[in-house]
């Protein structure tokens, strides 16, 4: 079935350009990956680690659910999704957990930083995602926006699509064959996939800048440091210019208004 799938999405030049789309999402999470290198490093009791990890971990998997999606297999790329999803929150959740710490706010952190310490040991266990979910939407950097948007609300609703692909909940949940479809189909359902990636790529970064606006800030401050020259006022706050493409071409995945939000409660230069 993987390959007459694969043979028939192959004459479909709308599917291709849509694959061709999913494919610079995941040119995105790598140049985000080299950008954010060396300066990633987080600290949880004893241990120092880097988001590299997960991040490099999240573009292998967002270049595999590409490949199911080649071969229409639905319900992998869905199910390979809650991970992708799972994976980027959790790191939002480290950072948020940074953040925390080095503003001097320990009250809340505490089971944080137990949950964080286990992953260290390869031993965490029971950390459900609504828990990472439901943390990072109460932090003070970012209960406004979560609540303003209503990002709660769309997570619940994407999870139980994520949830039913993953556990099979329905006759419809499952791998199945392209041939007993039409061309306008095929199209929609793995548009609908691009779609829910798109979405939870966006919404991580919204977040993220909201969170830690560092993570996005451009190479030029440090590149003049580097050589020993004296940067230029205000080079800190500038963004890199392919996070400025992706946030305008896929934060109305969002909504909107979210880019203007960003530009007002951040320091940075979008």
């Known amino acids: 079935m993987r390959k007459t799938n694969k043979s028939i ?39 120092v680690f880097s988001l590299q990890t997960i991040l490099n971990s999240s573009q292998a998997t967002l270049g595999n659910i590409i490949e199911c999606c080649k071969c229409f297999c639905l319900a992998d790329a869905y199910t390979l999704l809650r991970k992708y999803r799972d994976d980027l929150f959790f790191c939002l959740y480290l950072v948020n957990y940074d ?4 503003s001097g706010i320990t009250q809340s952190t505490n089971k944080m930083e137990t949950n964080i310490e286990r992953w260290c040991e390869n031993d965490l ?18 209960k406004g926006a979560v609540r303003k948007y209503g990002l709660q609300k769309s997570f619940e609703k994407i999870g139980k699509v994520l949830n039913n692909y993953t556990h099979g909940n ?14 306008n189909d095929i199209e929609k359902q793995i548009n609908e996939v691009i779609s829910t990636a798109r979405y939870i ?52 995945m969002i909504d ?7 530009k007002e409660n ?3 230069t979008l």
């Open 9 to 47: 999405l192959h004459e479909c030049k709308s599917t291709l350009n849509l694959i061709v789309k999913f494919k610079k999402l995941e040119s995105f999470l790598y140049d985000f990956n080299f950008l954010i290198l060396g300066r990633d490093n987080i600290v949880c009791k004893n241990y």
């Open 99 to 102: 953040v925390n710490i080095k």
């Open 125 to 142: 266990s029971n950390l459900n995602i609504s828990e990472v979910l439901a943390t990072i939407a109460s932090s003070d950097n970012l």
């Open 170 to 183: 329905g006759y419809s949940f499952y791998n199945s064959s392209a041939g007993s479809l039409d061309e």
């Open 201 to 252: 790529t966006a919404t991580f970064l919204f977040l993220l800048v909201l969170c830690s606006p560092q993570y996005i800030m451009s190479t030029d401050y440090i590149d003049y440091l580097e050589f020993g020259q004296t940067p230029p006022d205000g080079s800190q706050y500038w963004v890199a210019p392919f996070i400025v493409e992706f946030l305008k071409s896929n934060i109305e």
């Open 256 to 262: 909107k208004n979210c880019y203007e939000y960003l």
């Open 266 to 268: 951040t320091c940075m």
